[in-house]
Nanobody
Framework: VQLQASGEAWCGLGGSLRLSCAAS????????MGWYRQPPGKQRELVAA???????QYAEAVKGRFTISRDNAKKSVYLQTNSLKPEDTAVYYC???????????????WGQGTLVTVSS
């Protein structure tokens, strides 16, 4: 399974960006999908996650500003980010829990990381 995310992006304070990520490969089913981020010098943290049925959860720091969505037919997940702040600067990683025909086990897959820079 490969996760291909959109490329590096940047904007100014208060701006908006939309991140996208598409899964490809031999996939039986994708369960939860999500976005994580790793700010400079810090650990990776969950930003938002969405189940196959559409239920979502968000980190407190992004509630009301970010919206996660997915298109199951396209095996894709999106993150709409609004009212961006400099502290949102980070490498953003998409994640998917997927079942493949090789193992029929739930495994975790990661995208390559997208640098998002928000200037003040």
């Amino acid at each position: 399974v490969q996760l291909q995310a959109s490329g590096e992006a940047w904007c100014g304070l208060g701006g908006s960006l939309r991140l996208s990520c598409a899964a490809s490969g031999s996939i039986v089913r994708i369960n939860d999908m999500g976005w994580y981020r790793q700010p400079p010098g810090k650990q990776r943290e969950l930003v938002a996650a969405i189940s196959s049925g559409g239920g979502s959860q968000y980190a407190e720091a992004v509630k009301g500003r970010f919206t996660i969505s997915r298109d199951n037919a396209k095996k894709s997940v999106y993150l709409q980010t609004n009212s961006l702040k400099p502290e949102d600067t980070a490498v953003y990683y998409c994640n998917a829990e997927a079942i493949t025909p090789m193992t029929f086990a739930i495994e975790n897959y990661w995208g390559q990381g997208t640098l998002v820079t928000v200037s003040s």
